[in-house]
C-alpha cells in the first residue's frame, strides 16, 4: 500500500477534528457531540459483524449492559470515576458478549439476528421485571463521576466527558481498522464470502466470529457506559429492540464498507434528531424513515458509499 | 517402495438408496499422481468428502501417515496435511487474489493476529512464488471475483498449496477449462506438485490426461473400486473400456 491517505481517512480525521472545536463555539453541541462518538463506537461493533455477513438484531444488549455497569457501580458501590467505568462497561460486555456468543455464532444469517434478539429481550425483562436491583422501567441514575479523581462542574463536565468520547473514539475506530486490515479481520470478511473454504484451510469459523463478535460487544459496552455517564441515567430502553434496530439504522446510514461510516452514520441520525425533534417534535422519526429510504434507493452503500459513487459518475463523464 | 501416505479400509457409505461407497479399500502411496476415473455418480467426490472428514462413513476407517482421521473435522484433517481442492474453486471472492492466499498461510500458521496488517506477514514472497509457480502471479492485486474460471481453478490449487500440504486431493482440476488449455494447465500443476513433493489424488473424466499426468489410476463403478493399476493397464482393460471409457 502506498504511503498517500485514502480520502475516507481524511474526512475521518476532519470529522473528529471538527468533534474537538466545534462544541467549543456552541455549547450545546458538546453533548450533541459526546452522543455521535459514543454511539459512533457501538455501531462500529455492528459494523465489524456486517463484515461477516451477520446482522444483529440485539446488539443494544452489550450497550445496556455496559450503561448499567456504570449505573449499578454508583448505585452498589458509590463514587465511580470514568475511566473506571469505561474499562469495567467494556470488560462486562465483553465477558457477557462470550457467553451469548458462545450460542450465537453456531448460526448464521436471519437465525443469528433473531437468535441476538431474543437475548437482548430476555436481558431487557430482566432489567425491567427485577425492581428491587434495577428501579425497573424508571432506570437507575448515573451521578456524575470524577475523571482520574477530579470532579467538574456540569458546565466544565460535558467538555470533559466529549473529549473522553473522543479520545474513545479514535482509539476504536483506530483499532477496528487495523483489525479489518490484520489476518483475524480478513478471516472474518472470509466468512461472508466462504466459509467452507475457510475450514478448509483449517480455520474455525466459529472461533473467528466468536473473537469479533466479543470484539463487538466490548465497543457496545463502552459505547453504553460513555452515554449513561452523558446523558446520567442507564434504562431498560437501553436494551430494548428498537434500539438495536437504530443501530443497524445507523450502521446502514452510514455504510458498512468502512469503519468511518459508524460515525458518519451516528452524526447524521444525531444531527437529524437533535433539529427535528426541536422543530417537528413527534415527527422527527418520519424524517428519518424518509432518510432511510433515500439512502437505500440511491445511496444502498451509506454515506461513505456516495463519494465513490459520485467519483466513478464523475471519472466517467469525462 | 513408496510408503502409504493414505490408507482407506472398507468404507461405506449409502445415501438412501444410492450406494455411494461400498467397501472401498485404497492407498495412496507417497509421491504418486493416483487418478480416480469413473461413470457419473460412482462415488468418487464421496470419497473425496470422506478423506477431508466433510462426510462421515457409515462403516470403514481411513488414516493418513498411520493416524486414524476418520470423521474428524475437515480443519483438523487440513492441520495434519491434507489440503482440498474444489471441482468449483472456493474462493474469497471479495478479497485479492494475494488477500486469499495469504489468510491460507495465516490460516497455516495458526493463531492468526488481530492487528498487524495481513499483509504485513512474512510469508507475501513465498506466497507470491506459489502464484508465480501456477502462472497467476500477474492477477495477485485482483479480486478473485474479477478472475475467469480457469484461472480461479489454479488460485483454488494455490491456496491448498499455500498450507504446505503432503496430500492434495483435486474434484477434477481441469473441469470448467476450455480444453485447449487442459493440457497447460495439467502441465504447469503436475509440475508445481513435483517441485513442492506434494502427493496428489485427483479425480478426472479425460482419459488423456489421465494417460499423460497419473502415474496410476483407480476405477470406480457404483462405490466399488473396479480396477487400480498403471494408466496403461487401466486403459487397456476390456471391462473399464466399456463401462466406464464407453468404448
Redesign the interface.
Known sequence: MSGRIKPVTAVAIIFFLVSAVAPLFVSSWATLFALILAKGIVVLGIILLLQAGQVSFGHAMFFATGAYTAAFWGKYVGGGDIVLFIALGGITSAVFGLIVGLFVVRYREIFFGMLNLAFSMVLWSLLEKMFHYTNGADGIRVPRPALLGLSFTPETFQYVILYVSLLAAVVAFYGVQRYLESPLGHMLRAIKSNETRLEYLGTSARRVLLIGYMISAFLGGIGGALVAIIQQIATPEFGFWTKSGEFVFIAILGGSAHAFGAFAGAAMFECVRFYAAAHLADTWQLILGVVLIVIILYAPNGLIGLRQRYGQAKQGGH | MASVLLSAKGIKIRFGGVVAADGIDLDVLEGENLAIIGPNGAGKTTFLNIS?GYLRPQAGSISFLGQEITAQ???TI??LGI??AFQIP??????TVM?NM???A???L?S????????A?PELPEMERLLDLVGVKSYASRKARELPEGQRKLVDIA?ALA?KPRLLLMDEPTSGVASAEKLEIMDILTSALAKEKVTSVFVEHDMDMVERYAHRVAVWNVGKIQKVGTPAEVLADPKVREQVIGI
Open positions: 477431508t473435522l475437515p480443519r487440513t492441520k489440503a482440498r472456493q474462493l474469497f471472492l471479495d478479497q488477500e495469504l489468510i491460507a495465516a490460516s497455516r495458526g492468526p493476529s488481530g492487528f498487524t496488517a495481513l499483509s506477514l491456496l498450507l
